[in-house]
């Protein structure tokens, strides 16, 4: 199973909480923007739980559970794990289901290649994202050093592996999503296949949906070079007079960082963050719709 060439990082600000019980997969299937069904050994399902009102709350990954077929494991946000479960038991009512936060003993660790190239082999899943992003793998903390070591990947500090999405242009919830006030296609999850549209309900399918159907998005998460001093997160992108996004995460060794950006406002504008100039770009797997963009 050696990984030649291949990267590997602890992720520490990931959290694991397990969904078990005979109605584990139906009570998960009623709530979240993906397809609980497609979740099987060695493939992982990336999805998001919205409000009512289709904003992003909390975004996981769903992988299954080996010790239990029925049960499935969520590779989730680290420091809102506690968050996810009670919003979970808040929907659980009397459906026959567990749901345990593991994050004290199972940690996450990331595998790619520097150069994109997919991982084909390796502990965990592919990442459902992006063949790029690599692999994801939910291990028991006091395995995932000899778990890399085994595979024959490189350990890495954890700034490499953001270093790599930032520059793919894939967002994290902990650094690039506002929970209650994002949009989940606002951060791209209809292109980082995190929504199934043909799936039945969901909490807040009808507003996504919608958006979806009409192509009505008007902000995107883009990446963006930056000429001159990386600018913190939440510092306003302006273009002329008019604010038109924020900046999130960012990586000052490569100068690059993600915004939200209004797409109907920086064309032909110099876009300004601080003191330091902004260049969005569009991502190779980034799909704009021709009616996205057009005021509203």
């Known amino acids: 199973m050696a990984m030649a060439g291949a990267l590997a990082s602890p992720l520490s600000g990931r959290g694991v909480i397990r969904i078990a019980g005979e109605e584990a997969r139906s009570f998960l299937q009623n709530l979240v923007t993906n397809n609980v069904e497609r979740v099987a050994p060695g493939h ?3 999805a998001a739980l919205l409000t009512p009102q289709g904003k992003f709350l909390f975004d996981f990954f769903m992988c299954a559970d080996p010790a239990d077929a029925n049960a499935v494991l969520l590779d989730c946000d680290g420091a ?12 659980k009512l009397r459906a026959k289901v567990t749901i345990d936060d593991l994050s004290e003993s199972l940690g996450v660790v990331a595998i790619w290649h520097e150069d994109r190239t997919p991982v084909p082999e390796g502990p965990g899943c592919a990442d459902p994202r992006l063949a790029a992003m690599g692999r994801r793998a939910i291990l028991p903390k006091a395995e995932i050093e000899a778990a890399i070591k085994a595979a024959g990947a490189e350990a890495v500090p954890e700034t490499a592996w953001h270093r790599h999405r930032i520059g793919l242009g894939v967002g994290d919830a902990a650094r690039d999503f506002e929970p209650d006030r994002t949009f989940p296609l ?4 209809d292109e980082l296949n995190g ?14 949906s919608r ?3 009409r192509g009505s998005v ?4 883009l990446p963006v070079h930056v000429e001159g001093d990386l600018p913190p997160p939440d510092t306003p992108i302006k273009g002329g007079a008019r604010e038109v996004g924020t900046i999130f995460s960012g990586d000052a060794e490569t100068s690059r960082a993600l915004a939200l950006i209004r797409l109907d406002l920086v064309r032909g504008s110099v876009l300004e963050a601080g003191a330091a100039e902004i260049q969005p770009e569009i991502p190779e797997w980034l799909r704009l719709e ?6 509203q």
């Open 44 to 46: 992982a399902v990336y």
């Open 80 to 91: 809102r794990a506690g968050d996810l479960a009670k919003r979970l038991t808040m929907y």
């Open 195 to 208: 929504i199934d549209f043909h799936k039945g309900c969901y909490v807040g399918q009808e507003v996504t």
């Open 218 to 221: 008007r902000k995107r998460l």
């Open 186 to 189: 606002e951060v791209n999850f």
């Open 290 to 295: 021709a009616a996205e963009g057009e005021e």
């Open 211 to 213: 958006t979806k159907r």
